[in-house]
Structure formats: C-alpha cells, structure tokens
C-alpha cells in the first residue's frame, strides 16, 4: 500500500469534460488527500516536469503537431511514459480516439501507438467516465490490489456490465412498448430513439450520476460514449431491417431475439401500455 499515490495529469487533445467529472466526486476531499496531485493543468501545481511518477493520467487524446506545455503533445506523452508505473487512458477520446485524434492503444478499431506497452494502461472510456470509475482506479492503486481488465484493458468492475443492466425501462424493452419521443418518463428507448444501452459497456445505470440519475432515466437514450465507435452518426436513430434491428444486442442471437420479440408483440403488456398512454395524456396537459 502507498502512503501517496504520485500523479502527472496531462490533458491532451480534448475538452477537459473528465477532469470535471473528477473534480464532482462525492469525496474528493478524502481522495484528493491520499494522491500528491505532480502536476495538473486546471488547478495550482508546480511546473510541469519530465520526472518519475506512480500514475500517468493522460485526458484527451493523442494529435500530430499539437503543442502543450511548450512540447509537441506526442513526444511530451513518451517521454512521461517510460517514466511512470502504470498509464490511465481517462475517457474515450485517450482510450479509443473519440473526436480528436487517437488513443493510446487503440485508435478506433485499429493498434495505437502504446499498444505493445498495453499491459501498463487502464483504459477508462467515457464522454466523460464517471467520477467514481475513475475514483476506484486510484483507491485500487494506493491499495496495491490488482485491477482486473478486460481484453481492452477496461476494468472488469465497471465494462463487464451493459448500460442496459439496471435500467428501469428494461420491463418496456422486454415487452417492446416503445417511448416515441423524447423526455418521456415511460416506455424504451430503444427502438425509435436510438439507445445504445444493449451495446454499450458500461455501469451507468447502476452507478448512478451525482448517485441520483442517469440518461433514460431522463427521458435521454444511452449515446455509447464508452465505445470505440462513439460518436456515431445517428446519434438518435436505431437502423432497421424489415422492422426489426439491424444491430441485435449483445449476448441474443438473432433468432432468440425475433422469437421473443415476436412473442412480446403478440401478447402485449396492457399495464405498460396504459402507463405509457396516461404518461402521453399527462405530457399533453403541461
């Protein structure tokens, strides 16, 4: 166990969106005691330098040509690399590429520049990852408990779930009643508002955010910002094929799911339907 986890946060090519997330975890006052922050580019540090470390957090993603620091972003990343014990890749843009440019070991779907040093890097994806995902990293760390990660390097504890694990909308999305439009409190989101919760890794609905809501549970579908894919075009449409999904969801084979979609239509759930009709009436009236 360390008495102090030494960390070197760099942002690179991104908006910053992670360290805000961080920066609202509900005890960052105990964690912030626990870690000797080196150098971070939001809040008051020393200088920046090239120096040895325990956890290189690298925020954003990898760009030619882009200078921070009075480096060239890529060089500065290598150079703090060799340096550090362990790498964190926080978020999507500095796991898989997201907007800007290319992760450390992917870049979307294909190898990226770090990915032979891969066993050194969490990846943490998420636009942003949740204040507590990124908490449990560090605690992990301090503590000397292995993490352990999936073939991305994801950590088990947060990426073995769906989003779609824990939602409340799962009972419409079994017996396919549909939410037509946006912002409703009943029905799935699935089907017409696009939601990526059956592809998406992640704990979103079971870790909620500021431990009260997440995205169907306001009324939004799940964007799957934890994905080498996001953001996909799209972004609020689910592709159909003959009236059924082009994409079937993780874990269903095709023919389970047309059977048991088939089913679900044919009986109907008459409680979830009126739900879903009183829930319309009452959008109406405000």
Sequence with gaps: MLSKLNIIWIDAAGCNGCSHSFFNYIAFRELFNKINLLYHPLI?????????????????????????????????????????????????????????????IFNKNKKGRFYEYKKKIINLPGCPPHSEWIAYVIEMLISGKEILTDEENRPLEIYSYLSHDGCIRNEYFEWKVDAEELGTKEGCLFYYQGCQGPYTHSSCNKTLWNEVSSKPRAGTPCFGCTEKEFPKENLFKTQTFMGMPANIPIGVSKRAYFALAGVAKSLKNERLNKRLINAKKNNNKN
């Design 44 to 104: 008051y540090t020393e200088e920046l330098k090239i120096q040895e470390c325990d956890l290189l957090i690298v925020e954003g993603s990898l760009k030619e040509n882009f200078i921070r620091l009075g480096f060239e972003l890529n060089e500065l990343i290598s150079e703090l690399f060799f340096k550090t014990k362990k790498v964190l890749a926080l978020g999507t843009c500095s796991s898989y590429g997201g907007i800007f440019g290319e992760g450390l």
